[in-house]
């Protein structure tokens, strides 16, 4: 049993009376940190042992660790206290009264985050790692100058299950004068006795702390704050979607999930020769099939099996199977952003598939498709402690692109719908070859992909277009997020509020994006899933998804640049055209400059759609989803000239 474990049981031992303080109860506030109820988080201070998870933890928010929205309204923290961790990849929030950022490296310097003169460090305390990180003022809103939050953003996800201290020193404020530690801090630090048990019962717990900081070459007294956190469990974070998968393929037939044709539309485009629409059955885990619901629990957690849902889906033909009947593979697209299926009709996906043979099928993404965009509107404004309906919702989107992949392997693949006669026999062939599927997506299908490709037992390649993790870094650099910001403007008038709640949001997005699934793609992969290859196109200058996030999965996923890159990146290697493996591959469409700062570029210039449309990225597809290989198309780096 670790030291902060027994030391938050004495938090409960009323023989213990350290500093002539009686044990008790943590309130709902940290009193280390500069005038903000909840900094720093996430931390141990909002942990309580519980035998019965993973970690040996439980997350517990206070009834007012969460601010109350100026309407009145305070969010319950029931969905985070099911927790057994904090997020592997989520902000890490202090604040310093008129902090100048003055040797804190940022996004461009996140060598310097490991260097021994660091001002701040983040390690990994089983293993006395020093994690990589950048760090930066939120400057996103309407900012107070002086009192914004310090965003600490870890490059790579942190380990699940793993214990982490956070130390911060050497800070100056914007006169350049030296930051001290705040009052509670100091007390804490310096072994001066207090008569907050919020302090004194930590006093064990923190040894550990030093400990580790003194290992990594940091002087206890130094230090301006320091604290501890855990990182969720893996089970507890890919848990519940790898049930319901499971569960899910063992309620189909072998002919996989029954479905109905609705329509069959021939002579569709230049490329597209038909199109077939219908619904599919997919078992329903939520609580109700609409979009403002969460999923079903048992006395675990676990979710439960509520009947079944009708699954609307698309495919698509392209003329090449036709004209020569032959099985094609299959390609799965996923959408972008509260977008549908139907994107899937775009001109260039048709003109792709055509080029290259390849049978196109979609559905929606659940959770963040057109049809919630209203229940995540109306949560957002009166009911935000139900943040879950998204990344629960998207655990059922998750099934349901599971199931639409059965049906194209099982019985769709002999369909009459799909079968073709051929030019000299006349016999009918199916142009589907249901050995193997692919994905691509982009944008949220880029992103959301990143978990789906994780989680699928089927797919071994995919293709995420203007990609990246996790939302908390992610929504304040997008144009995307500007009206949404709006809606937490309405409900938060400090913007010191909004942004904890960027790092409350992750937690529970966790399970359904992909900064929660970092480390399963490939080095730590759930259970029932082959070793994937993932190709990352990325766009410099998107205003809607930034590059910064790309870099983050590429590194999380190991994969390396291709000869030659538009630009060195810190953590990715360099490989020759032609490599085996998972890359990013950087395209440059001629964008001003983007903002250093957590805000978007302007999206006037906005490259967001141009490198799914270059030539040479979707030769670099094809090649990718043809044969694993990963190719450089371009002459020199990816740019215009």
């Known amino acids: 049993m670790s030291v902060l474990l027994l030391a938050l049981f004495a938090c409960t031992d009323k023989n213990d009376d350290t500093a002539g303080v009686t044990p008790r109860e943590y309130s709902d506030c940290d009193p280390i940190s500069y005038d903000y109820c909840s900094l720093p988080y996430p931390s141990s201070f909002y942990l309580r042992p519980d035998e019965t998870t993973v970690t040996g933890y439980r997350v517990h928010l206070g009834a007012t660790t969460i601010p109350e929205t100026h309407q009145g309204y305070q969010p319950p ?33 996140i060598g310097a985050s490991v260097a021994d003169d660091a001002p701040i460090v983040l390690v990994d305390m089983e293993t006395g790692e020093r994690m990589p990180y950048f760090a930066e003022l939120d400057l996103a809103g309407v900012h107070v100058p002086g009192r914004e939050f310090l ?32 009052e509670g801090y100091a007390a804490l630090r310096d072994g001066t006795a207090t008569d907050n048990w919020d302090i004194e019962g930590r006093r064990e717990a923190y040894e550990a702390i030093y400990t580790t900081l003194e290992g990594a070459g940091w002087a206890r007294a130094e230090t301006i704050l320091a604290w501890d956190f855990v990182v969720a469990s893996k089970e507890k974070i890919t848990g519940r979607a790898q049930w319901m998968r499971d569960d899910a393929l063992s309620r189909f037939p072998a002919g996989g999930p029954a479905y109905v044709i609705d329509s069959v539309t021939d002579e569709v485009s230049d490329t597209i020769y038909r199109e077939i629409e219908g619904h599919l059955t997919a078992p329903l885990y939520l609580e109700e099939d609409a979009p403002d619901t969460l999923l079903t629990r048992d006395e675990d957690g676990m979710p439960l099996y509520n009947g079944d849902t009708s699954v609307r889906f698309t495919i698509r033909i392209p003329r090449t ?28 996906l048709g003109e792709m598939a055509n080029r290259y043979g390849y049978v196109l099928f979609a559905t929606d993404w659940r959770g963040m498709s057109e049809n919630d965009l209203d229940a995540i509107t109306l949560m957002l404004v009166t009911e935000i402690g139900r943040f879950g309906i998204i990344p629960e919702g998207g655990h059922q989107g ?7 992949a059965a049906m194209m392997q099982g019985d769709m693949a002999a369909d009459a719908s799909v079968m073709f006669p051929d030019a000299e026999s006349g016999e009918l062939v199916s142009v589907i070859d249901p050995t193997e599927v692919l994905y691509y997506g982009n944008s949220q299908g880029g992103i959301l992909g990143g978990v789906y490709l994780a989680m699928s037992p089927v797919i071994e390649r995919g293709v995420l277009g203007v990609p990246g993790m996790p939302y908390s ?11 949404f910001f709006a809606l937490f403007q309405a409900i938060y008038r400090d913007q010191e509020d909004i942004s904890f709640w960027m790092a409350l949001l992750q937690n529970l997005w966790d399970s359904a994006e992909p900064g929660g699934w970092g480390r399963q793609m490939i080095e730590d992969p759930i259970d029932g899933v082959p070793v994937k290859r993932v190709l990352l196109q990325d766009a410099i200058g998107d205003a809607q998804v930034s590059t910064i996030g790309a870099q983050n999965m590429a590194r999380a996923y190991g994969a390396s640049l291709i000869e030659t890159p538009f630009a060195e990146i810190w953590g990715l290697g360099i490989e020759p055209s032609g490599f085996a493996g998972s890359a990013l591959v950087e395209y440059e469409h001629g964008a001003p400059a983007v903002p250093t700062t957590n805000v978007p570029p302007d999206d006037a210039y906005d490259t967001h759609e141009d490198t799914r449309r270059t030539p040479a990225a979707q030769e670099q597809l094809n090649t990718f989803l043809a044969t694993g290989l990963v190719e450089q198309y371009c002459d020199g780096a990816c740019d215009p000239e």
């Open 321 to 348: 199977a036709v004209e020569n009947p032959r099985p094609l593979k299959l390609l799965q697209y996923g959408h972008g952003l509260l977008g549908s299926q139907d994107e899937v009709g775009s001109g260039y």
């Open 398 to 404: 998750l099934v349901e692109f599971v199931a639409a």
């Open 151 to 182: 965003f600490i953003r870890p490059v790579v996800p942190l380990r699940n299950g793993h214990r982490y201290a956070v130390g911060v020193r050497n800070l100056v404020d914007t006169s350049g004068a030296a930051i001290v530690a705040s």
């Open 77 to 109: 923290p029931d969905l985070w206290n099911e927790l057994d961790g904090f997020s592997p990849m989520g902000p890490i929030l202090a604040r310093f009264p008129d902090l100048a950022l003055t040797g804190v490296p940022g996004h461009d310097d």
């Open 473 to 483: 870094l992610l929504l304040s650099r997008s144009s995307d997020f500007t009206p």
